[in-house]
């Protein structure tokens, strides 16, 4: 299976902020790697897809870069809804399998 | 937009089975993938696997394989994921998903989320 580890696990960060997180990839994925957002309490929310497109209706301060088995996910001036967990997620072969979760807290 | 809808929260005891319904509306649902995914504390997001209900075709996690079973009714376009022998480690959420296709599968369109406690 290829595994998805995300960095940091953690993150404190004010609103207006920009922030970064990081996913490796354990074997080449080329670009099939996708993001999403979770709230407490509710399912994952599509974000991006084939690295760095931007799902309709997603805001245009989420931008993502990267490609093989390094990728980034960067928000731009933090606003107060995207407290939440974000999770990387590679589509480019079976089983599917997601990061462990980048948990992104209010400072 | 797509919609799926999942049934109600289930309380079960170890080595008892499961089966949870996933209703999907606004889409054709014979042409397109619904997976499964489960959120277990301290294991994340799984993905546990994929039915195309226009031919009842599925893909399975080869971790699951064997223990989950993915099923379609077409005639009310629902989606069945089922379970036996459970145990406490296969408490958490369970959600169904439309995978849309094109740079690999993933899922774009999700239920509500299933909770399954499995406790004696």
């Known amino acids: 299976d290829i595994r998805m580890t995300q960095s940091p696990s953690s993150l404190s960060a004010s609103v207006g902020d920009r922030v970064t997180i990081s996913c490796r990839a354990s074997q080449n994925i080329d670009n099939f790697l996708v993001w999403y957002q979770q709230k407490p309490g509710k399912a994952p929310k599509l974000l991006m897809y084939?690295?760095?497109t931007l799902e309709s209706g997603v805001p245009s301060r989420f931008s993502a870069s990267g490609s093989g088995t390094d990728f980034t996910l960067t928000i731009t001036s933090l606003q107060p809804e995207d407290f939440a967990t974000y999770y990387c997620y590679q589509s480019f072969t079976t089983p599917y399998t997601f990061g462990q979760g980048t948990k992104l807290e209010i400072k | 937009e797509v919609r799926l809808v999942q049934s109600g929260a289930e309380l079960k005891k170890p080595g008892e089975t499961l089966k949870i319904s996933c209703m999907v509306s606004?889409?054709?649902?014979?042409?397109?993938?619904i997976g499964w995914v489960r959120q277990v504390p301290g294991k994340g997001l799984e993905w546990l696997g994929n039915i195309y209900p226009g031919d009842s075709d599925t893909v399975y996690n080869p971790s699951f394989q064997g223990q989950v079973t993915i099923s379609a009714d077409k005639s009310i376009a629902t989606a069945y994921l089922h379970r036996s022998s459970l145990t406490a480690s296969d408490t958490g959420i369970y959600y169904c998903?439309?995978?849309?296709?094109?740079?690999?599968?993933?899922?774009?369109?999700w239920g509500q989320g299933t909770l399954v406690t499995v406790s004696s």
């Open positions: 998903a439309r995978h849309r296709t094109g740079s690999g599968w993933y899922p774009d369109y």
């Open positions: 606004g889409n054709v649902f014979t042409d397109d993938w």
């Open positions: 084939a690295v760095s």
